[in-house]
């Protein structure tokens, strides 16, 4: 991968990393199953992403070049790396409506009525 980047390999792993952090939410400083789940979706989203970057780069400059055999292949590339990054960033939002939520407050009253 640092071939293709040339010197931006460095900056290119920081950014994937900063994406996987801010993909992984709350979960970043849990020590749980669950976090560690969400931690492990968000970096393999964060690192599809960047691919999909890479090769949207790629495929431009074949279209550039106009070699219609690189388009082909990375057009189908593109789109495995797309659907690969949705099905992720589905897991993700999935995994985040299973999460409890607890809301604190306070009240004067409380009733409870039970209906069926």
């Known amino acids: ?5 040339g010197d931006g390999g460095d900056d290119h792993v920081v950014l994937v990393r900063q994406r996987a952090a801010a993909l992984a939410g709350d979960a970043a400083g849990g020590d ?3 976090a560690v789940r969400r931690r ?8 599809a ?4 970057g890479q ?4 495929l ?30 589905e897991a993700l939002r999935a995994d985040e409506q299973r999460r409890p ?3 604190v407050g306070s009240a004067n009253a409380v009733n409870v009525a039970v209906c069926r």
């Open 1 to 5: 991968m640092t071939g293709l980047l």
């Open 32 to 34: 749980g199953a669950a």
């Open 40 to 47: 492990s979706l968000a970096k393999a989203a964060a690192v």
């Open 49 to 52: 992403e960047a691919q999909l």
């Open 55 to 58: 090769i949207a780069a790629l």
């Open 60 to 89: 431009a400059a074949a279209i550039a070049n106009r070699d219609a055999g690189a388009v082909a292949l990375l057009d189908r590339a593109a789109t495995g790396a797309a659907k690969r990054f949705t099905i992720l960033v």
């Open 101 to 103: 939520v607890v809301v």
